[in-house]
Structure formats: C-alpha cells, structure tokens
C-alpha cells in the first residue's frame, strides 16, 4: 500500500513473481528472528531462574501441615492417622510425627474419653 509499485514479473530461476520473493524474504526473515527471539527468551529465563536457586528455597509442605495440625475434634486425630498410612511419609518425618502424636493422643483422651488427669 505505501512501497513503490513493483513490476509483477515472473523470476526465470524460481518461478515465482517479484512480489512473491519479496513475500518469501520477509518470511523468512521473521522466522530468523523469532528464532533469534527465542533462543534469547529460552536463555535469559534459564539464567534467571537457576540465579533465583529455587531448589534450596522451596517450602517442605508436608512438614508445613504437620506443625500447623491441632486437634480440637476427633477429625482432626483421624487426619493424623490417615497421613501416618505412608510408610515413607512416617519415615521422612519421624520425629514430627510422634510428638504431633502425643499431641492427638492427649486430645483424644480428653476429648474421646473424658479425661483430664
């Protein structure tokens, strides 16, 4: 619309009009760089992401609900339960567990069977 008027005439060798060379140049050259703006993209956000060291920094969530569990209900003592079904989970939290266990235990004889003493 705005380039100069281009004679539309049929190339020898490639068989193909002016204008469809021009057509096949541009392609080609925005296949480049988006190549060229990949490769950057796909570099710069490795670089970013091993500086942020994400592995180190990563939160333990099982070991996050482990300390946050209380148990107010019997529920809450079945949940523990549940979780201790995992013989590796109970293996990698070991020291976690028992004394969140001791905790339900406590509640469970205070809430389950009444005792206080």
């Not at 482990?66 to 070991?94: A, N, P, R, W």
Request: with cysteine; glycine share 2%.
């Amino acid at each position: 619309m705005f380039s100069a008027p281009i004679t539309n005439m049929v190339n020898d060798i490639s068989k193909l009009t002016k204008e469809e060379e021009i057509g096949m140049k541009e392609k080609q050259r925005l296949i480049d760089q988006s190549a060229v703006n990949d490769e950057y993209k796909e570099n710069y956000l490795n670089s970013y992401f091993e500086d942020l060291n994400l592995s180190s920094q990563e939160p333990d969530w099982s070991l996050m609900i482990i300390h946050d569990m209380e148990f107010h209900e019997f529920s809450h003592c079945k949940s523990l339960l549940d979780m201790m079904e995992d013989g590796e989970f109970v293996f990698k939290y070991k020291h976690k567990l028992e004394i969140k266990f001791e905790e339900m235990l406590k509640c469970f004889i205070n809430i389950k069977l009444g005792i206080s003493t």
